[in-house]
Nanobody
């Protein structure tokens, strides 16, 4: 499956941004999906994950209550809605798919998008 992220850019602190990940290929609905991010000079970190059906989700503690992951298998899409953005949310955000239908914070992902930059400056 090929993954493409949309929706990054510059946003004010405290603002809202929605990222979209489009999946191209068969059996998109079978994959567990995740969003991860990498700030400049730092390692890539887990943000959120969602199971194949959308019935189970996980959020990193740093985004809990502010970010929401969801998916629409009919549209081959996964979303990340980000509220109350902080400067520390600034990073390249990656969409990822794993062959396991149940993504968790520790999941290994097999397919990655190219990433999209989100910047919430001080």
């Amino acid at each position: 499956v090929q993954l493409v992220e949309f929706g990054g850019g510059l946003v004010k602190v405290g603002g809202f941004m929605r990222l979209v990940c489009g999946g191209y290929g068969r059996a998109f609905s079978r994959y567990g999906m995740g969003w991860l991010r990498q700030a400049s000079g730092k390692e890539r970190k887990f943000v959120a994950a969602i199971s194949w059906s959308g019935g189970t989700t996980y959020d990193a503690d740093s985004v809990k209550g502010r970010f929401t992951i969801s998916r629409d298998n009919a549209k081959n899409a996964v979303y990340l809605e980000m509220n109350s953005l902080k400067p520390e949310d600034t990073a390249v955000y990656y969409c990822a798919a794993g062959r396991s239908p149940y993504s968790t914070p520790g999941s290994r992902y097999d397919y990655w998008g190219q990433g999209t930059q989100v910047t919430a400056p001080q």
